[in-house]
């Protein structure tokens, strides 16, 4: 029996959209995209919402519409995928990593507190496997505690008032927690919906702000109109817009990125967050299989769900307390072997040569490292069957017998 990781859940009706949506005649950014930002913003309690290319893009363009960049920090995780730094890097800004909590994925808050400087603009918070940071209440107690300290380059810095706090929720589209949706926590909340996602466009991605961005006095159109134009090159038209009689004329008013997500991608993402309730229900239910499974055996598992959260579903992370890393790639191996496809989420960012040679090292994050050395992640999607699951599960008791 062969189990893929996480293949995209695609069925008939994605199929139908998007071959509507080629033979409308409009297949770049246009009517759709606009429809799926509306249902996204709808989804997540949010007055807008903005749709790019990616979740990388939402996370450097809205650092860029803070105006940050150049001189100042961003502080993030060790503990989690590149993107969330890497477009630290891209701004212009300057990284700083944190360790996790002892025997925990998340980022530490005391060690949040002991890095902010005078030049620390920004906080990446990351919701891991689609479980809402459980401490974004401290971080924002640490940006008021901190307001003396910061600086603001700009007017919506001078607008906020204090550091900016982010939400890297590659993972967590339709999370709650304490009965906010995942989006209407962190000042700005950036969404995956990458392939492998719960919520699929292919590639893309979304981004939200909560009312404590507006109740500073940032506008939202203003907000909504400078990722527009951020994302097609400083051009004051879209392509759309340029169709109307006598509209072409437009103008450049920066060298901006081209990173705008296109009507075939909302397309699919408009089927996708139709069918999305239903989606995370099976999800859950997989969850409960496994955790099932697993009950009593030396693994330490998350919490997916509890009374004043739920999660997305999105990643099954398993540490193996009696395995090294090497055994851990040892049993990836042998599943791999019996065609079970797993993964490890993630190696610390100060393992990859990248951030090497940024000058962080491993030894300064042992808590990350040691989620790390014993992190297998089991396939979990919504094309997984409950037979798959049984034998992923067995199969992955058996080696842990060994």
Known sequence: MRVPFSPPDITEEEIAEVADTLRSGWITTGPRTKEFERKIASYCRTQRAVCLNSATACLEMTLRVMGIGPGDEV?????TYSATCSSICHAGATPVLVDTLPGRYEM?????????????????????AGIIYDSYDEIFQIVEEKKALFHPSCERQEALGRILVMSDAAHAFGAEADGRMCGQIADFTCFSFHAVKNLTTAEGGAVTWSETVTAAGIDSEELYQEYMLLSLHGQ??????????????????APYFKCNMTD???????VQIKRYPNILKRRRELIRQYDEA?????????NHYGESHKSSGHLYLVRVLDKSRKECNNMITKMAEAEIATNVHYKPLPLLTAYKNMGFDIKDFPNAYAQFENEITLPLHTCLTDEQLQFTAETFLSLLRE
């Open 236 to 253: 004051s038209k879209d392509a759309l817009a340029k169709t109307q009689a006598g509209a072409w004329e437009y103008d450049i008013v």
């Open 108 to 128: 530490d808050p005391q060690k949040v507190r002991e890095a902010v400087t005078e030049r620390t603009k920004a906080i990446i918070c990351v919701d891991l």
């Open 264 to 270: 075939i991608m909302a397309a699919i993402g408009l």
């Open 75 to 79: 502080i993030t995780t060790a503990y």
């Open 294 to 302: 697993l009950k009593g055996c030396p693994v330490s598992l998350l």
